[in-house]
């Protein structure tokens, strides 16, 4: 049957190419993935026509029926994620077998790293109850860890290390959680967590556990702290992986329970809290943007910024009618998807424009525009996303979002997409200021391989595409889903 | 809930005793070994209350055993390699502490 056997590959097949590439030697690390690359596609692929054709699916693991088995469920959600983790983390791995070749040896502990990181990531989208999710997040996230701390430098092992007490607060927050609510409901699934759980103090408290151990790990203003140092400060590939995929993860987790307990169980003001916290983000990421003299640590601030998007999904979504919810789900993931390529794109560009003039710092730019306007191009094409003008796929996430806050009448979060897309025209500009003024400074660059700058305006151009035929994969993304209903 | 103290609940509670005097130790020191010593108290503090929640007579119930042990699992894990970067950072920096934000 089309899509089932693909499945369980979806992590197994990770999971043992990141131990075989820890059991081999370093130089070998790197060649395993063109046996990996390929095979993935194909499951993800497979995952894909399975949805077409026969609709979302349930994969009872080893054949144990729940609880004791594990449930995966493959809808148009979770398909969806696995298509982009593919795109991003099999463009992203291409991009580190060039890049790593002039970095030491011990960096080719990216491999096993991120085989185990795709694992983690793959077992969030298919899981469909909260302890998977839990076990997921951990996977991930010491996987992550270890790849911040690949530099070894001084900054990189305190940002990795500060990463790693608030990934493991977060979880530890999230897992009291599920322990009441599974000593409360006796469920851990999903769908049974929906129809037993009722609007108690224990849940209330259960949840309030989960979602801010959840905050923490996204990185929600303001528990962002470790986000731009970790960020900014680790091997470009890394960099990218980071911000374009496993901040998502945590946040689909939210997005997952939210929909399960969320409006029916917290308190009305919960919504809204979430919603001024992410346009907290979005103000306090991009005036930080704007202020950084180091180039990815503009663009991890950046991030800090585009994830405070994600969270107008919560008011948008919560009692404000079927219409206005559908197109707050539409806009968010959008926004999610456009941010993953685009956010990949401009850490990418980012890492070859500082390749090529041999300096993290943005004032060492200057005329730049001359040596390198392929990757300045990627950087703008990438940066025409995050600033939501049309037709990318930032726009219409926007667009969408818009329609949603006139519709539901809260036209207060207008305020926050427009001056959000301000400011981020201003951060992305001040790079470009920097690029096209002439000065004295150099009149060399060093030339970076053209497949990291191929690679760059890849996902930078998938940014863009993904605007223009949004309707297809939105459509494909409410399959399964309370939305679903057009 | 009357009787809840004297009652199965116990362990529960003792598990989010342990569990807030962990939060507390994470916040209040700066010395990284001990912030990973509080972050393992919160860890048994959190799997005394999946074990302890489910003993209120509804029998043998395995599925909060097999998930503490998978809690400690990567509780294990996430130590061993908090204690790995730790030392790296130590040996770096001389600093038993992380450097406040700029």
Not at chain 1, 35 to 45: D, F, K, R, Y
Not at chain 1, 80 to 88: D, P
Request: glycine share 10%; net charge positive.
């Amino acid at each position: 049957m089309i899509g089932l056997w693909s499945l369980p590959l979806l992590f197994a097949l990770p999971l043992a190419l990141g131990i075989l590439s820890l059991l081999a030697v370093p130089a070998w690390r790197p060649r395993l993935i063109f046996v990996g690359l390929p095979l993935m596609a194909a499951a993800s692929l497979d995952m894909l026509a399975g949805l077409v054709i026969s609709g979302p699916q349930v994969y009872r693991l080893g054949d144990w029926i729940a609880p004791l088995g594990i449930n995966l469920v493959a809808d148009g959600l979770a398909v969806g994620m696995i298509l982009i983790t593919t795109l991003v983390t099999g463009l992203c791995a291409l991009y580190a077998r060039v890049y790593l070749r002039d970095h030491p040896p011990s960096t080719s502990f990216f491999w096993p790293l991120l085989w185990f990181l795709w694992t983690g990531m793959n077992g969030i989208w298919l899981a469909e109850d909260i302890f998977n999710l839990y076990v997921g997040l951990e996977v991930m996230g010491l996987a992550a860890v270890g790849m911040v701390a690949l530099r070894a430098t001084p900054p990189a092992l305190a940002a990795a290390m500060r990463y790693l007490l608030a990934a493991l607060l977060g979880s530890l927050a999230y897992l009291l959680g599920v322990a009441l609510l599974y000593g409360a409901y006796g469920t851990l699934s999903m769908a049974g967590l929906q129809e037993a759980a009722a609007a108690n103090a224990t849940t209330q408290v259960a949840l309030a556990l989960i979602i801010v151990g959840l905050l923490l790990k996204t990185a929600l203003f303001p528990l962002h702290a470790w986000l731009p140092p970790a960020h900014g400060g680790a091997l470009t590939p890394v960099s990218a992986l980071l911000s374009a995929l496993v901040i998502k993860a945590s946040f689909y987790i939210l997005l997952r329970i939210w929909l399960v307990l969320g409006p029916e169980v917290t308190p009305d003001f919960t919504a809204g809290l979430l919603g001024v916290l992410g346009a907290g983000a979005v103000f306090y990421g991009g005036w930080m943007a704007w202020r950084q003299h180091h180039l990815k640590q503009l663009v991890a601030y950046s991030t800090v910024a585009q994830i405070g998007y994600l969270f107008l999904f919560f008011p948008l979504v919560t009692n404000t009618g079927p219409e206005a919810a559908r197109l707050a789900w539409d806009g968010t993931l959008m926004m999610l998807f456009s941010h993953a390529l685009a956010k990949a794109a401009l850490f990418l560009s980012a890492g070859n424009l500082i390749l090529a003039v041999g300096s993290p710092q943005i004032s060492h730019l200057i005329g730049i525009s001359r040596f390198r306007p392929m990757s300045l191009f990627s950087f703008g094409l990438a940066g025409v996303s995050l600033m939501g003008l049309p037709p990318s796929g930032g726009f219409t996430g926007k667009w969408l979002l818009l329609h949603s806050a006139l519709l539901s009448g809260q036209w207060w979060w207008l305020i926050v997409l427009f001056l959000g897309g301000l400011l981020s025209a201003a951060y992305i500009f001040k790079v470009f200021r920097m690029s096209f003024r002439e000065g004295p400074q150099i009149d060399r660059s060093v030339t970076p391989p053209l497949t990291l700058d191929m690679i760059a305006l890849l996902l930078a151009a998938s940014a863009i595409l993904i605007g223009l035929t949004a309707h297809v994969p939105l459509h494909w993304l409410r399959v399964g889903m309370v939305f679903g209903a057009v | 809930m009357s009787g809840a103290l004297s009652g199965y609940l116990v362990f529960a509670w003792s598990g989010v005793l342990l569990f807030g005097l962990g939060l507390f130790g994470f916040v209040a020191h700066r010395h990284i070994v001990r912030r990973l010593l509080a972050f393992n108290i919160m860890g048994s503090g959190a799997f005394l209350v999946l074990v302890g929640l489910a003993q209120d007579g509804r029998g043998v119930d395995p599925v909060p055993h097999a998930m503490v042990i998978t809690g400690i699992v990567v509780a294990v894990a996430s130590t061993a390699l908090a204690l790995v970067v730790f030392r790296r950072w130590y040996r770096a920096s001389g600093r038993t502490d992380l450097p406040e934000d700029t």
